[in-house]
């Protein structure tokens, strides 16, 4: 999968060379371009942003910029993954459609992803307009919170698509398993886990993970999720189809 990211703190997305992104780009699983949004600015000053039409607070990203440089990005990802090809676009802003497992899991089946992250109030709307006319463009957002810039943003979402990516978990771990994967924990949190002491300070592990009884293991565990679940984020519990729940489930 080829990442473009455009942004005026290319800085910010070291993190992605580290731990387990940074091995998924040296095995070449993941290809990673940074570029510097004010390369595309021609004053001195290197003007990204301006005032808001209609007055109020703050400036928004100028959408002359922002469109030389998604241009240019198309054109660099083009001349090295063939001519016809084009990125799904990104923004991340508070008032996009929510960031979920199940957006991560489509973005993962995406050749390429052009993230777009803003600063100040956001990009000219425009530019997303003008892009979603010739390919997929999603305002996409990671919680309901306002941050000071779309980065921290594209960092998690890196990280949540480049994790499902085949070869970048190691055979330990699946995918499958996620606390939002399809199957017996689709829309579970996760439960509690546990390993080595038996005992710390005085906190037992629960017996049953020591029993070595599969079976009981496994309801245990889906007893814990749902209780996590209908405790934390009863509102998942509601999405489990009435089918997703068996008799021992509603007695939990
Ligand atoms: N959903 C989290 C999120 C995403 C983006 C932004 C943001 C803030 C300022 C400027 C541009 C984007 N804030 C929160």
Same mark, same amino acid.
């Given at each position: 999968?080829?990442?473009d990211i455009? #942004?005026?703190f290319?800085?910010? +997305?070291?993190?992605l060379?580290?731990?387990?992104?940074g091995k998924a &780009?040296?095995?070449g699983?993941?290809?990673?371009?940074?570029?510097q949004? &004010?390369d595309?600015t021609?004053?001195?000053?290197k003007?990204?942003?301006d005032?808001p039409?209609?007055?109020g607070?703050?400036?928004?990203m100028?959408?002359e910029?922002?469109g030389?440089?998604v241009d240019?990005v198309?054109?660099?990802?083009r001349a090295? #993954?063939?001519?016809d090809?084009?990125?799904?676009l990104i923004?991340?802003?508070?008032?996009? &459609?929510p960031?979920?497992q199940e957006?991560?899991?489509?973005?993962?089946e995406?050749?390429?992803?052009?993230?777009?992250?803003a600063?100040y109030e956001?990009?000219? #709307?425009?530019?997303?307009?003008?892009?979603g006319?010739?390919?997929?463009?999603? $305002?996409?957002?990671?919680?309901?919170?306002v941050?000071a810039?779309? $980065?921290?943003?594209? @960092?998690?979402?890196?990280e949540?698509?480049?994790?499902?990516?085949?070869?970048?978990?190691?055979?330990a771990?699946?995918v499958?398993?996620d606390s +939002?994967?399809?199957?017996?924990m689709?829309?579970?949190?996760?439960?509690?886990v546990y390993?080595?002491?038996?005992?710390?300070?005085?906190?037992?592990?629960?017996?049953? @993970?020591? #029993?070595?009884?599969?079976g009981?293991?496994a309801?245990?565990?889906?007893?814990?999720?749902?209780?996590?679940t209908l405790?934390?984020r009863?509102?998942?519990?509601?999405?489990?189809d &009435?089918d997703? @729940?068996?008799?021992?489930d509603r007695?939990v």
């Amino acid at each position: 999968m080829r990442v473009d990211i455009i #942004s005026i703190f290319p800085e910010y +997305f070291a993190p992605l060379d580290v731990s387990l992104m940074g091995k998924a &780009r040296e095995r070449g699983i993941l290809d990673i371009h940074l570029h510097q949004l &004010r390369d595309w600015t021609h004053d001195v000053h290197k003007t990204v942003d301006d005032t808001p039409y209609g007055g109020g607070p703050g400036m928004v990203m100028k959408p002359e910029v922002w469109g030389e440089a998604v241009d240019a990005v198309i054109e660099d990802g083009r001349a090295a #993954s063939g001519e016809d090809a084009l990125p799904r676009l990104i923004v991340p802003t508070p008032s996009g &459609r929510p960031f979920t497992q199940e957006v991560a899991l489509e973005y993962a089946e995406e050749p390429w992803l052009l993230f777009a992250p803003a600063r100040y109030e956001g990009i000219d #709307s425009r530019v997303v307009a003008e892009y979603g006319e010739r390919l997929r463009a999603d $305002e996409v957002s990671i919680g309901d919170y306002v941050l000071a810039g779309g $980065e921290a943003a594209v @960092l998690v979402m890196v990280e949540a698509v480049g994790r499902l990516l085949p070869g970048v978990l190691g055979n330990a771990r699946s995918v499958a398993d996620d606390s +939002f994967a399809p199957g017996a924990m689709a829309n579970l949190l996760e439960g509690p886990v546990y390993t080595k002491p038996p005992v710390w300070r005085g906190h037992e592990v629960p017996e049953v @993970l020591l #029993s070595g009884h599969h079976g009981r293991i496994a309801r245990w565990r889906r007893d814990e999720a749902l209780r996590r679940t209908l405790a934390r984020r009863p509102e998942l519990v509601a999405r489990l189809d &009435r089918d997703g @729940l068996d008799k021992h489930d509603r007695r939990v």
